[in-house]
Structures are given as C-alpha cells and as structure tokens.
C-alpha cells in the first residue's frame, strides 16, 4: 500500500513515516504544496495524508487542484488547524477524512485502513478477500481454517495489493509502484522472490502468473 505524506514539519514528518512503515504502508514525503500536488498526480497513491499549512502552495489549494483534475485518491487532512470551519472546508475541497493535531498514529493507521476498505467496497472490520483475511494490526494472514501466518513487511503489503484487487491481473511495475517507496529500483527481481515466499505460506494456486503480463491473485479455495 503506497502513501504520500505531505508534511513540512520535520520533528513529525520524520518519526511519522517511520511508524507508518512500520504499520505496512511504503510511504513517499513532500515538503511543500507545488512538489505535492505533482506527485500525486503521477504517481498512483493508495492514500494521501495531507497538511494544510504548507509553503508554496496550501493544502487545501493542492486538494482543491487534485479534485478538478479528476484525482480521486483518498485523502485524509492531517493539520493544527481544528476549528469547525476549517473542517467543513476541508469536507468540501474533497477530502475523505480529517485528523487534528496531536494526534495518535494508532488512530490514524485505523482511518487510513478503514478508508483503503471503503475505496474498494470492502465494508467491515477487516480486509477480506479469496478465503483469506489480514490481521492488519499483527501483520498476520487468518486461513479458511483459521491457522495463522506471519508476514514480513514486504509480504504483507503484497498479498494486501492482492487482495484489494482480487482477479485483476498486476503488472509486475504495478505491483513494484504499490509496495516500495519512491526511490526503489523498479528493475530488481525481489518481486518474484516475495510472490515466491507468498505461495509457499500460502498455496502456488493462490496467485497465478499470467506470462507477458503480471499475476493474478485468486485467492484460497474454501
């Protein structure tokens, strides 16, 4: 699951994006409203966390931008600024969410998970899909018969793309675009090798691959 923080802030922004890598989120940081708004309308984010006091260019200027272009990334604003009306203006530029400062990062990481159920019509309290649930806050998949497997960082956001986008077929680019940070090299082979780990945990017909384009999550027969 790939995120854009977009906090100027550095005594927040950095401890932040440590804890919610820790959380199974890869998370890419910008600093100001122009470098915000670019990013996050070339690169395909999951979720968007998003401070209102930014330089160059404000928070609610960048969402306002994001929503007449037609960028539909759910978006949680994350700012100081808790008055009523500032909310509702929030509301009203397109955003799906809000939290004021301080907050818990233990209740954010629950609107964060609870908004990625929602864009993809997933009602309830866990991520279910193809027989199989994530435990989000252990990290863990629960089988159809209940058992237990512990996740790495990297499998858990793997089989969490899976499962959000059962019986599509995700290019290996797309996969690598959802899991990893910004910086990550894109021609690396670890994507094989996590798919690999995945189906040894889980079953080889879990996810198929679909030669010349991608792989295809199916999920666990019950």
């Avoid at 550095?10 to 990013?39: I, N, W, Y």
Wanted: glycine share 10%; with cysteine.
């Amino acid at each position: 699951m790939r995120l854009l923080l977009v906090e100027d802030d550095d005594l927040l922004s950095t401890p932040l994006r440590h804890d919610l890598e820790q959380q199974g989120f890869a998370v890419d940081l910008a600093k100001e409203g122009v470098e915000a708004e670019f990013m996050g309308n070339e690169i395909a984010y999951d979720l968007i966390v998003l401070d209102l006091g930014l330089p160059k260019r404000s928070g609610i200027e960048v969402l306002q931008n994001w929503r007449g272009g037609g960028n539909a990334t759910p978006v949680i604003i994350l700012t100081a600024r808790d008055a009523w009306h500032e909310r509702v203006a929030g509301f009203k530029a397109g955003a799906d969410d809000y939290l004021g400062k301080p907050f818990h990062v233990e209740e954010l990481v629950v609107r964060l998970q609870a908004l990625v159920r929602r864009s993809h019509d997933m009602l309830g309290k866990g991520l279910q899909s193809g027989g199989l649930e994530l435990d989000e806050e252990r990290q863990q998949v629960i089988l159809p018969d209940q058992a237990r497997r512990d996740l790495t960082g990297t499998e858990f956001r793997l089989l969490r793309c899976f499962m959000l986008n059962k019986d599509k077929i995700l290019s290996k680019t797309r996969l690598t675009e959802h899991v990893y940070e910004q910086d990550f090299d894109r021609d690396s082979n670890l994507i094989e090798v996590y798919i690999r780990r995945l189906r040894d945990k889980l079953g080889k017909q879990v996810i198929e691959t679909r030669r010349g384009q991608g792989y295809i999550y199916v999920g666990v027969e019950t």
